[in-house]
């Protein structure tokens, strides 16, 4: 039996398995995420200042699919480059006790931004433009909201939309996604 044990650990870890690096607060860690004093107004300047789009990411401890995009999508080479080449990631606890200060100033822990955005489910992208006025909330100004975890192409293609700016478009994420999709595929 023990042979068989040592098999399996080789073929996973040939194949790619990978633990996702978890920090003291339980949240799964990656070396494109920011570490900011969690204001987003001065987040956003600094993005657009490195000529990148602001993404928060919204998790929680344990979450199953949390682990899933960092375990299998954002390990992907062409998600990580796109996110590293594109993006100023923060990250929020759903359940933290950080303070955050929102678009308009309001300054609450975490959880409460959280629950003022209306995030039900983690994980919560949200991405956005390259400015937003001093009265808006993070859930009013995202021109993009992903709620829970997605596939490779799915997560590709939403962070290109975003970066491409599809939301000023006609073309409605889902059909974008369908064409880019099916152009990634050789159809």
Known sequence: M????????AILIA????????GDDGLHKAPWMRDTFKDLGEDLAEATAEGKRLMVLVEQRGCIYCRKMHEEVFV???VEAAI???FFVIQINMFGDVEVTDF???TLPEKEMVRRWGA?????IYFFPEEVGPEATAATAS???MPGAFGKWTTLNMLNWVV????????PFQKYHARKFAEQQGE
């Open 2 to 9: 023990r042979p068989m044990i040592a098999a399996i650990t």
């Open 15 to 22: 194949c790619g398995a990978q633990a996702a690096e978890l």
């Open 76 to 78: 992907d080479a062409d």
């Open 84 to 86: 590293e080449a594109n």
């Open 104 to 106: 308009d100033g309001t």
């Open 120 to 124: 039900l489910f983690t994980p919560s």
């Open 143 to 145: 021109v993009a909201n």
């Open 164 to 171: 491409e700016k599809g939301y000023e478009t006609d073309e």
